[in-house]
């Protein structure tokens, strides 16, 4: 079974600084999804971005960027020039390519705080 | 973009009644939709999930015969907590799959029941 692990409970960063969040996964499949989505205190689910294991190349979105490592089965989110609105809950997920089995496993979710 | 309703967005209910919750595909189609829970300050779970026009596919340990799941059209899945407890308070989150157009197997989500069981 897949399962997606966010060691960061919580973390902090300057406002305009750059952030780092990680994630790493178990898979024995070779085609899938990697994404991180944002929940604000809205509690709206909301995709920041999206990672195709067959690419090579690391997605990015705007302030966005991901570090996908595929042998080392880790998937981090790099936040730059952090702003407040960035502050929410970030949860690193998984999802099959297979129609079949496309459910989507959560991480636990990494609380970032952005410091005024 | 493709939206995701919920409706209601809070209700609260007596113990021993039994709550629907909608969720709509509002410009797309969908023939799958994912069933949710999520605990404060926890992450989202898998409950269910629901196929257009066939029985819904649930995961170990959810109680079928308590979270009824409903998916009778392409746009609208409901999921009826029955005979609710306190300790199903909680937040229900339901996601639709779009398998057409220009977001192909995407999934979104929609904004959320909290549940809140007196």
């Known amino acids: 079974a897949q399962t997606v692990t966010q060691s960061q409970p919580e973390m902090s960063v300057q406002e305009a600084e750059t952030v780092t969040l990680s994630c790493t996964y178990d898979?024995?499949?070779?085609?899938?999804?990697l994404f991180w989505y944002k929940q604000p205190p809205s509690r709206q689910m909301i995709l920041v971005i999206r990672q195709e294991a067959y690419k090579q190349q690391n997605a990015t979105e705007n302030r966005f960027s991901v570090n996908f490592q595929k042998a080392a089965k880790s998937f981090s989110l790099k936040i730059s020039d952090s702003q407040l609105g960035d502050a929410a809950m970030y949860f690193c997920?998984?999802?099959?390519?297979?129609?079949?089995?496309?459910?989507?496993?959560f991480g636990k979710g990494t609380r970032l705080h952005i410091l005024p | 973009g493709a939206v995701v309703s919920q409706h209601p967005s809070r209700v609260i209910c007596k113990s021993g009644t039994s709550v629907k919750i909608e969720c709509r595909s509002l410009d797309f189609q969908a023939t799958t939709m994912f069933w949710y829970r999520q605990f404060p300050k926890q992450s989202l779970m898998l409950m269910a999930t629901?196929?257009?026009?066939?029985?819904?596919?649930?995961e170990q340990g959810v109680e079928k015969d308590k979270f009824l799941i409903n998916h009778a059209s392409l746009t609208l899945s409901t999921l009826t907590v029955t005979s609710a407890h306190p300790e199903d308070s909680s937040f229900y989150i339901c996601?639709?799959?779009?398998?057409?157009?220009?977001?192909?197997?995407?999934?979104?989500f929609g904004p959320g029941t909290r549940l809140t069981v007196l």
């Open positions: 997920a998984y999802r099959s390519e297979q129609e079949r089995d496309d459910k989507i496993i």
């Open positions: 996601s639709a799959r779009d398998l057409t157009g220009w977001s192909y197997n995407e999934q979104f």
């Open positions: 629901s196929n257009e026009g066939s029985k819904a596919t649930y």
């Open positions: 898979t024995s499949e070779s085609d899938y999804y």
